[in-house]
């Protein structure tokens, strides 16, 4: 039976939440990257459909091989030249069955989608920038490229994300702010707009000839070449091995070169667009990505029956998330901004659409309630709520440093006050650290801290708590008559 070694892009410090899913979902234990945000995993190939329906994973790609101490020479014609050399040895037979049989998921999965018109990238392209930001950028300090694509022609799924303010963009890294390049030929930028799916006869050079791009990642500082120089000559070594066609817009097979450090890995990309827009149709300034939003509310575990509130949930990627997870649970969304609320109103509307397209009986609804409020005046019972989970606004995009200094410790307060005393708990995301901790350290009577992930929100360092509730009284804000 067909094996294949799996690697996933996954939002940083959410790795082990992602091994867990995996383990749980597919029974495969991972491995995780030292190169962070990434993990590997052994699944049999027919596990494919059930590996895309991950929830942790933004990217997948299979692995054609992996070295773990790759030693490039410090001479950049040499270094380049064993790059080119590798081609002819590595073992492409298998990951490019398990590309083909990906393919004809893929394939499987349009012919459904024809029926439904309602096609999320049709809405123009979302504008996935803000504190969330596209790309994770790395946590290390080391030099990172991209592949930049030398001929100036966009590769169709980039999804160009604004920096946040303050953020160099030369730091550009990962997935989504990739440029590609092509191998050493002018691109033909052909019309039809999708990469078309291949057949598996024509895989073994019958009929269509494939069309191919490299894309390179490179982070560390020993390195004698850049990403764009590594993708081109390996790219150059691929085209004659395999006699594909170079093409940066419209290709079939997208090959992975990540390089970090010492480690190497090759890969063949699963996934065109990343999985993390899943949920959403309608992005706002700061829209979180679907994979974190999934992280955050794991690590609350959320339980049968518990009520969970986002009481600042922008376009609602939490609680769309939670609704479809943890069907089990009611999720209360609300925002302080109208123009939130009915971004978020429409995601759970395209929701419900979806699962009316899946089995074409009227949808019964989500447990999901999104109303606009006043986060500091939440209009909920005091100890009447089990989970708070929510992006707290960074200051950067929405609101400001400043007023994050009143808004937060008055949040917390509001959020100690709905929440069960001694089991209700709170996971929140800041980049705000500072005033968080103070706004804390105020509250400290109905809220531990009982841990901290460190993330990487479009190369701004954030950082997830996960807050218990005291068994202390929060005061009543409402006066008694």
């Known amino acids: 039976e067909l094996e294949a070694v799996i690697g996933a892009t996954v939002p940083t410090g959410f790795e082990q939440t992602a091994a867990e899913e995996v383990q749980e979902k597919l029974g495969s234990a991972s491995r995780i990257s030292r190169d962070r945000g990434k993990i ?43 790059l080119e050399d590798l081609v002819k040895k590595l073992p492409w037979t298998n990951p490019l069955k398990v590309w083909e049989l ?3 998921l893929k394939k499987k999965k349009t012919k459904r989608k024809k029926h439904n018109l309602q096609s999320p990238v049709s809405k123009g392209k979302p504008s996935d920038g803000g504190e969330e930001g596209g790309a994770d950028q790395k946590d290390t300090n080391d030099q990172e490229d ?55 006869q024509t895989a073994e050079g019958e009929g269509k000839v494939l069309k191919f791009r490299v894309t390179c990642n490179r982070a560390g500082d020993k390195h004698s070449f850049t ?18 066609k170079a093409d940066m817009t419209n ?13 190497m890995v090759v890969g063949i990309a699963l996934t065109e667009e990343s999985l993390h ?79 009316e397209n899946k089995d074409s009986s009227p949808a019964p609804g989500v447990p999901l309630d999104i109303i606009q409020w006043d986060i500091c005046n939440l209009p909920l019972r005091t100890g009447s709520v089990d989970i708070v ?20 410790p008055a949040c917390l307060m509001e959020m100690g006050r709905i929440c069960t005393p001694g089991t209700g708990r709170a996971v929140l995301l800041t ?34 708590y996960l807050l218990s509730r005291t068994w202390d009284r929060a005061e009543e804000r409402r006066p008694c008559w």
């Open 40 to 82: 590997y995993f052994a699944v049999p190939a027919r596990s494919l459909p059930q590996v895309h329906r991950l929830r942790s994973v933004d990217n997948l790609f299979v692995v054609v091989q992996e070295f773990k101490d790759y030693q490039f020479k410090e001479n950049k014609e040499h270094a380049l030249k064993d």
């Open 277 to 355: 827009r899943r949920n959403i149709t309608h992005f706002g300034p700061t829209t979180l990505r679907s994979t974190l939003a999934y992280g955050m509310l794991r690590l609350c575990d959320p339980q049968p029956t518990d009520i969970i509130v986002d009481p600042m949930c922008g376009t609602g990627a939490i609680p769309i998330e939670g609704a479809a997870e943890w069907p089990g649970c009611y999720h209360i969304a609300g925002d302080n901004n109208p123009q939130a609320v009915k971004r978020a109103a429409n995601n759970i509307c395209s929701l419900l659409r979806k699962n």
């Open 102 to 104: 990906n393919n004809s």
């Open 251 to 263: 290709f079939d097979v997208e090959v992975l070169l990540n390089i970090h450090s010492n480690e």
């Open 389 to 408: 989970v929510t992006d707290m606004p960074f200051g950067k995009r929405i609101g400001s440093k400043k007023k994050n200094w009143d808004l937060y």
């Open 431 to 464: 980049q705000d650290k500072k005033c968080f901790a103070k706004a804390l350290s105020r509250v400290g009577h109905i809220w531990r801290r009982a841990q901290t992930v460190w993330v990487n929100v479009g190369g701004l360092h954030a950082a997830v």
């Open 227 to 244: 990403s764009n120089e590594a993708a081109r000559d390996f790219g150059g070594a691929v085209q004659e091995h395999f006699q594909w």
């Open 146 to 200: 991209c592949a930049q694509n030398i001929t100036g022609v966009e590769p169709a799924d980039s999804q160009h994300t604004e920096q946040p303010q303050g953020v160099a963009s030369q730091n550009s890294e990962e997935e989504e702010d990739n440029k590609q390049l092509d191998a050493k030929e002018e691109v033909q930028a052909s019309s039809g707009g999708e990469a078309k799916s291949v057949d598996a």
